[in-house]
C-alpha cells in the first residue's frame, strides 16, 4: 500500500521516494480522480507523521548534545567578540581623533601659506609700484601632513556612512516603505471589499489536510 507504515529506516527512505514519484506522475482529469487525490494529501501527512515520530527520539538526543556544545562555545565566543568590539571602538576612536588632528594641521598650514603668499605680493606691489598683481587670484599648493597613525596588518578602517530619521514628514516618496503587515491585516479582514490605491487584491487556494 501507498501509504502503509513503512517497516523500516530503509523501506521507509524508499516509501518516501515512492511517494514523491507517484505525486509527480499524478493527472487529475475527473472527479473521482479529484476525490482521490485528496486521500493523497491526508496519506502525505500521516507519512510525514510517521517520519517525525521514528527520528524524534534521535534528534531530541542530538539537539541536546548540539546545544550543550553550542552553549559552551558561546561561553567563550560572547566574551571574545565583546572584547573584539571594545578594541575596534578604541581604535576608531584613536583613529578618528588622529585624522581630526591632520585635517586642523593641513588647514592651520595652509592658512598660513595663504597668509606669507599675501604679504608678499603685497610688498611686490609696494615695491614695484604694481597694484594689479593683489588681483591675481592666489595659488596655494595643499601642504602636505604626514599621518602619524601607522598601518597594521591584519587590521584595515572603512569609513561607514550611517543616517538617522529625524523628520518623517519631510521623507520623499521613494523613500517610504509600505506597512505590509499592516496591509495584510487589512486584506484579511476585507477580503474582497478591501479598497486601498495602489494594492491589487487577489486570492489564492491553499490545500489543508490532517494525517489519517
Given at each position: 500500500m501507498l501509504f502503509g507504515k513503512s517497516k523500516n529506516e530503509l523501506t521507509l527512505r524508499k516509501d518516501v521516494d515512492t511517494i514523491l514519484a507517484e505525486m509527480e506522475g499524478l493527472d487529475i482529469t475527473t472527479n473521482e480522480q479529484f476525490q482521490e487525490t485528496g486521500a493523497f494529501v491526508q496519506g502525505i501527512k500521516s507519512k510525514q507523521k510517521e517520519v517525525k515520530d521514528h527520528y524524534e527520539q534521535k534528534r531530541v538526543q542530538t539537539y541536546e548534545k548540539y546545544k550543550a556544545v553550542t552553549t559552551e562555545i558561546s561561553s567563550y565566543i560572547d566574551s571574545l567578540v565583546k572584547a573584539e568590539r571594545i578594541v575596534k571602538k578604541k581604535l576608531g576612536v584613536y583613529r578618528e581623533e588622529?585624522?581630526?588632528?591632520?585635517?586642523?594641521?593641513?588647514?592651520?598650514?595652509?592658512?598660513?601659506?595663504?597668509?606669507?603668499?599675501?604679504?608678499?605680493?603685497?610688498?611686490?606691489a609696494e615695491e614695484t609700484g604694481d597694484d594689479s598683481i593683489l588681483d591675481d587670484e592666489l595659488i596655494i599648493p595643499?601642504?602636505?601632513v604626514e599621518t602619524e597613525v601607522p598601518a597594521m596588518k591584519g587590521v584595515s578602517f572603512t569609513t561607514v556612512w550611517k543616517f538617522e530619521v529625524v523628520n518623517v514628514s519631510e521623507l520623499p516618496r521613494e523613500y517610504l516603505m509600505p506597512d505590509e503587515r499592516y496591509i495584510r491585516d487589512v486584506v484579511k479582514a476585507l477580503k474582497g471589499n478591501t479598497k486601498i490605491p495602489g494594492i491589487r487584491v487577489y486570492s489564492d487556494q491553499q490545500v489543508g489536510a490532517r494525517a489519517t
Open positions: 588622529q585624522a581630526r588632528k591632520h585635517r586642523e594641521e593641513s588647514q592651520r598650514l595652509l592658512a598660513e601659506a595663504r597668509k606669507k603668499e599675501e604679504e608678499r605680493l603685497l610688498a611686490e595643499q601642504p602636505v
